[in-house]
């Protein structure tokens, strides 16, 4: 009698332990992800960039600290004895990386924080060729010129008139510089022991990020403009604390080990999308002729520098 129920629940269970379960977290971690770049530049005027990413680690870090902390206790040697690789991921991390995103948010659309870090895996060649010497194939070079056109469309508005006046978003440049220093992470962060576990490199990268926005939060304070506590910027500060900084990281991490980093990559050509979704109709942000164009060929850079002897590599 339950025979056909019990095989669908078994079928089921085994797509939800595949590939199937994979593609759910990683599409919820990218929403959470297009979320942080709408609040961002949503509460732009309610609360400002340094003072949101100070009190976002310091939030993250609380509700990440019970689950990490014996592991802390465990491998605090281990954290003393490479302190210096450490502090140059925070620092990339966070204040070099993350709290540029805010900033941006402050003087450009969420349409172009959305777009711009998509043309990061590019910024990460260049970066591997010229700080390791890393090899870099003529498809390589290829694609990050196709993805560079793709970005200086985003700078220009389409209007190349703007290169002979340099009259650049200073918000678009500025995610330019956080794009550069989150490669910079995600470029670094293989130097980091093997031992050490992914958690205590998390929490660690997320306490010393915070103490390092201290001192920039305390003058952002005292020359700019204060953190005015109520419930839209407390709200905010506990979104981007939450599934931002933890949840979407842990989806993201359970979706490479699922399907590998290759066929997760591709993830992040969602965040422009899932954030013009979110912006257009609830910010009332215009989607110019030039973010689709850009899009494409960022995109279409990425999938060229994927390639080697004119076939994909796996």
């Not at 332990?17 to 530049?41: E, K, P, Q, S």
């Not at 990413?53 to 040697?77: C, D, K, N, Y």
């Not at 997320?206 to 700019?224: C, F, N, R, S």
């Not at 257009?280 to 994927?306: D, F, N, R, T």
Request: glycine share 8%; with cysteine.
């Amino acid at each position: 009698m339950n025979l056909p129920s019990t095989r669908m629940g078994q079928a089921i269970n085994s797509a939800w332990r595949g590939d199937t379960r994979a593609y759910i977290l990683l599409t919820f971690a990218f929403i959470c992800m297009a979320l942080n770049v709408v609040t961002g530049r949503a509460v732009h005027d309610d609360i400002p960039p340094l003072g949101l990413s100070f009190w976002r680690w310091v939030f993250a870090s609380a509700i990440f600290l019970p689950f990490t902390f014996h592991r802390i206790r465990e491998q605090w040697e281990m954290i003393l004895a490479n302190w210096k690789i450490l502090l140059t991921i925070s620092l990339v991390m966070i204040p070099l990386g993350n709290t540029l995103v805010y900033v941006g948010l402050h003087s450009t659309t969420a349409l172009n924080g959305g777009l711009i870090p998509v043309a990061r895996p590019a910024i990460i060649m260049v970066l591997s060729y010229f700080l390791f010497r890393g090899s870099v194939t003529r498809y390589q070079w290829m694609g990050i010129s196709v993805a560079a056109a793709g970005v200086v469309i985003v700078l220009t508005r389409g209007d190349p008139a703007v290169l002979t006046t340099l009259d650049f978003n200073r918000g678009d440049l500025w995610l330019i510089a956080s794009s550069v220093g989150i490669a910079c992470y995600q470029t670094s962060i293989g130097r980091a022991p093997k031992e050490l576990y992914p958690t205590v490199l998390l929490q660690v990268t997320m306490i010393i990020g915070m103490i390092m926005m201290a001192p920039l939060y305390a003058w952002e304070t005292m020359t700019y403009r204060p953190v005015d506590f109520n419930w839209v910027t407390v709200g905010a500060v506990l979104y981007v604390a939450t599934f931002p900084s933890i949840v979407a990281i842990y989806c993201i991490n359970v979706g490479i080990q699922q399907i590998g980093p290759a066929r997760m990559g591709i993830f992040n050509y969602l965040q422009p999308l899932l954030v013009a979704g979110i912006a257009v109709p609830l910010l009332g942000e215009q989607l110019y002729w030039y973010h689709p164009i850009a899009l494409a060929l960022v995109a279409g850079g990425i999938v060229i520098s994927a390639r080697r002897r004119g076939k994909p590599e796996p």
